[in-house]
């Protein structure tokens, strides 16, 4: 690898990010690839610890803007310690969810304004932005369907259905404005078919920089 790959995962709840993120990794380790796979909020000691306040369910009176900067303040710890020291090491990087994440559900869903969002985040990620994303779009129909299968939910799982289409709506303006950087990957069809898709997409980014 000439450098570095960073490719980052998003998709409203019950998408399958992680199933196929985590499907990806194994398809690239037995390729032969130096890979490593890490998830958001967490990957790290620290942000893990971010991550339990951020999604416990007894935190219902969390305010969006505190909400904001832990996202903000996880993403800058799991940065430092897990992403750049493997782009500095020439891995490629699979991340389930960065900063599209925080522009959906806290820039256009809790209201708070894109703007201010990326400008917060601008700051925990000086300017390391993914080479490419991957946005597995599901309806909300389907994904609250998914998430009902999945069982035990997190503090933001509980929102209303309002809240998960609005993040929805959050991703179509993202899908549109990065159209250089976010590749929409139909999540509805059977997983054999997305994950043969995602990682098509993710080995023109992979081949492109050996």
Known sequence: ???????????????????????????????????????????????EKIRDILLDTKNGAMDPRTEALLYAASRRQHLVEKVLPALKNKQIVLCDRFIDSSLAYQGYARKIGMTSIWSINQFAIDGHMPDRTIFLSVSTKTGQKRMDMRGEKNRLDLEANDFHQAVRQGYEILCEQYKDRIVVIDAEPELSIVIDQTMKSVLEVVHANE
Not at 19 to 42: F, H, I
């Open 1 to 47: 690898m000439k450098k570095g790959v960073f490719i980052t995962f998003e998709g409203n709840d019950g998408a399958g990010k992680t199933t196929v993120c985590q499907a990806v990794y194994q398809k690239l380790q037995k390729q032969g690839y130096d890979v490593l796979y890490t998830r958001e909020p967490g990957g790290s000691q620290i942000a």
